[in-house]
């Protein structure tokens, strides 16, 4: 099956990259999103991303107004999902929210419609049944700039249709994705098996005063010899992200209490990361990338 057509449900941080990334390689994009409202933000996200593909990709200006040729957006669930190849679900972490979802497209996708979930940390299996096309339903998960971190990680669940995974792994590779196919169910897939522990303890430093953000991300810079920390990495991930994940895997540990609280305490204060402007640390021009920092 040739995927040329593909709605984005979600116009939030990765959402909007998806749907920039495949805009740009030349398929045609439906964002859809649940309000005006949400699609007037999902605009000026994807509006915004046009700087980052001239200076990192090297964009021109005719990439640009082509790749803005190829998207439309629509808060109307029938003109998003009636006649498309693939939908791609990039809404909130919370599984109330993704079954309502996929209870609603279900019966207005067309048969031949593939549906695929960006979740980072939930199964396939756990919303196949909701889908009414179980055999049609896979997680396909980017990483944040989606345009430099590349990778397009694949995981079906025991009934997916090989021929839906491979579909996915062309896709992946037409919109410059390197597919990482996951052989089996994981909770994190690859990325964040590896990732969202990291973030946890280094969180967890903060929230128990044992040391403060910008202290750790020198020690991670210092001697892991990487460009960032993980207190940078959880505003570019987005802070509402990295808390819906956290409550999922530690809502009921007593040690994160205080973890949880200040990170939310930082969400209802407007600091939700790059995204903002401001998260622990305050953009354009982190702290971190000065060249005193690490001083």
Request: net charge negative; aromatic share 10%.
């Amino acid at each position: 099956m040739s995927i040329q057509k593909v709605t984005v449900a979600g116009g939030g941080t990765l959402g909007s990259q998806i749907a920039y990334q495949t805009a740009y390689t030349g398929k045609t994009v439906i964002v859809y999103d649940i309000n005006d409202g949400a699609l007037s933000a999902a605009k000026t996200r994807i509006n915004d991303l046009d700087a980052a593909y001239q200076q990192d990709m090297h964009a021109t200006q005719a990439d640009i107004d082509e790749t803005h040729s190829r998207l439309t957006y629509t808060s109307d669930p029938h003109s998003a999902f009636g006649d498309v190849d693939l939908v791609i679900e990039a809404i909130p972490e919370v599984p109330a929210i993704k079954t309502n979802f996929y209870e609603l497209i279900s019966g207005i996708a067309d048969a031949r419609t593939i549906f695929a979930s960006n979740s980072s940390t939930y199964l396939p299996s756990q919303f196949a049944d909701k889908t009414g096309r179980p055999s049609q339903f896979a997680n396909l998960h980017f990483a944040n700039q989606i345009w430099k971190h590349n990778t397009a990680e694949i995981m079906g669940h025991a009934g997916t249709d090989a021929a839906v995974i491979t579909a996915l792994t062309t896709f992946a590779r037409d919109i410059a994705m390197v597919p990482i196919v996951v052989r089996k169910e994981q909770p994190g897939y690859v990325l964040n098996s590896l990732l969202t522990p990291f973030l946890e303890n280094a969180a967890y430093l903060w929230g128990e005063d044992i040391a403060d953000p910008q202290t750790v991300d020198k020690t991670w810079m210092i001697d892991g010899g990487a460009p960032m920390g993980p207190f940078a990495t959880i505003d570019l991930v987005g802070l509402r992200t990295f808390l819906n994940i956290t409550k999922d895997r530690q809502g009921d540990n007593p040690a994160f209490k205080n973890t949880l609280a200040k990170v939310q305490q930082m969400i209802d204060d407007g600091k939700l990361g790059l995204e903002s402007g401001k998260g622990f640390y305050t953009y354009p021009d982190p702290a971190y990338q000065q060249k005193d920092f690490l001083a």
